[in-house]
């Protein structure tokens, strides 16, 4: 599992991901990043390695779900460097992190896989990943330097 001292690699590593997939990380990113090598309790990363060499990551997101009968969670990061694709390496990383959850008591994992990345797709489809005819839709509440909600926010509602 990372540990602060892998948050540059760590960090790094995200930055390709994220840049190659047009989307680059943003400094609320970077600084969850930071925050999962400093062990947020919602959060696992390891760093994935090969002869002593970085090449790749993958990070698991802890949640709670009533749909899905409790503890749930989200491959929110899987990595592989170029070089280190094909070969059944993303397999094997993909069979850890479900290993992973499972001993973490997670019910069910979730991913996200870019819309023209079919060769992640099949790969998540040959693991028993399916896809649920549902949009996954998000709205940042605040960013990571304003503890203000968003605007539309209710403060009375469930009080």
Not at 26 to 43: H, K, S
């Amino acid at each position: 599992m990372v540990r602060e001292a892998d948050a540059t690699p760590l960090l790094a590593m995200a930055r390709a991901f994220h840049s190659e997939d047009c989307h680059p990380i943003t400094p609320d990113g970077e600084a969850a990043v930071q925050q999962i090598a400093r062990g947020d309790p919602l959060a696992r990363g390891w760093i994935i390695t090969e002869s002593g060499q970085i090449i790749g990551y993958v990070v698991l997101t802890l949640g709670y779900s009533i749909e899905h009968g409790g503890r749930d969670g989200f491959i929110d990061d899987l990595y592989l460097i170029p070089q280190a694709r094909g070969g059944g390496r993303g397999r094997m990383v993909l069979a850890f992190a479900l290993a992973e959850a499972a001993a973490l008591g997670i019910r069910t994992l979730h991913l996200e896989v870019e819309i023209g990345n079919e060769r992640a797709r099949r790969v998540y489809q040959a693991a028993g990943f399916l896809e649920n005819n549902r949009r996954l839709m998000s709205k940042r509440l605040c960013s990571q330097g304003s503890a203000e909600p968003a605007l539309g926010a209710n403060p009375k509602l469930g009080r």
